[in-house]
C-alpha cells in the first residue's frame, strides 16, 4: 500500500488543521492506521491510531482532547484533525499502516509496515 499524507501548513497558536493521508494499491481496510511526528533531531512519536474497524482508537496524552483521528474505508483515506494546536506541536506528521497490531502495540513506530512520505505543520505562537 501506498500512502499520501496532506494538510499541513502554517497556523497560529489555537487555530486548527486537518491532516489527511490517502491510501493506493490496497484497501486501507486492511489495516490499522496510525500517525506520527517528528520534531527535527529527534525520535519520531506517536500521536494516534485507528484499529481497522473503527471501534478503538488511542492517542499520545499531549494530544488528548485535541485531535481526533478518523477513517473513511469507502474513500481509502484516514484524517487527523488537530484543534487547539500548540507551538510544541510543530513537527512533521507521517501516517502509517500497519498489517497487525495487538494491545499497546499501536504507539510503537517498529509495528508498522507502510510510511507516508510526511506533511510539515508549523505552529506560531
Known amino acids: 500500500v501506498q500512502l499520501q499524507a496532506s494538510g499541513g501548513g502554517l497556523v497560529q497558536a489555537g487555530g486548527s488543521l486537518r491532516l489527511s493521508c490517502a491510501a493506493s494499491?490496497?484497501?486501507?481496510?486492511?489495516?490499522?492506521m496510525g500517525w506520527f511526528r517528528r520534531i527535527p533531531g529527534k525520535e519520531r512519536t506517536f500521536v494516534a491510531a485507528?484499529?481497522?474497524?473503527?471501534?478503538?482508537?488511542g492517542y499520545a496524552d499531549s494530544v488528548k482532547g485535541r485531535f481526533t483521528i478518523a477513517r473513511d474505508n469507502a474513500k481509502n483515506t484516514v484524517y487527523l484533525q488537530m484543534n487547539n494546536l500548540k507551538p510544541e506541536d510543530t513537527a512533521v506528521y507521517y501516517c502509517?499502516?500497519?498489517?497487525?497490531?495487538?494491545?499497546?502495540?499501536?504507539?510503537?513506530?517498529?509495528?508498522?509496515?507502510?510510511w507516508g512520505q510526511g506533511t510539515l505543520v508549523t505552529v506560531s505562537s
Open positions: 502509517a499502516a500497519s498489517q497487525g497490531l495487538s494491545g499497546d502495540d499501536y504507539a510503537s513506530p517498529q509495528k508498522y509496515n507502510y
Open positions: 494499491g490496497r484497501p486501507l481496510s486492511s489495516y490499522a
Open positions: 485507528i484499529s481497522r474497524s473503527i471501534s478503538s482508537t
